[in-house]
């Protein structure tokens, strides 16, 4: 997987994109490896925001999270972009099985 790091309103530090990068790794065991993902880090006033932007089988995957604390939007932005792969993999899996077990039974 190759990750596409944008800071906005704030300076890239290395203990920031370590932890996104440790915290991404939950994702690799669901995207294939040539999968381009896009991530922006931004500071705005008091909030911080993270946003995930990658393709998956098709679709667009996209997970915003604003939190005071970027650690905690980082945690659940990864957790939401998780979910939806999941989502997206068992929706193809029942349509697939769906499709076979039609055929198999006519």
Do not use: C, W
Not at 40 to 48: H, V
């Amino acid at each position: 997987m190759q990750l596409n790091v944008r800071f906005k309103g704030m300076d890239s530090t290395d203990a920031l994109r370590d932890y996104f990068e440790d915290r991404v790794k939950k994702l690799n065991k669901h995207v294939p490896v040539n999968t381009v993902v896009n991530v922006s880090l931004a500071k705005e006033k008091l909030d911080g925001a993270v946003e995930i932007i990658f393709n998956y089988n098709g679709k667009s995957i996209v997970a915003t999270e604003r939190s005071e604390d970027l650690y905690a939007a980082i945690d659940a932005v990864v957790d939401k972009a998780a979910r939806q792969v999941s989502r997206v993999k068992s929706r193809a899996r029942n349509r697939s099985g769906g499709s076979m077990r039609e055929e198999g039974t006519a």
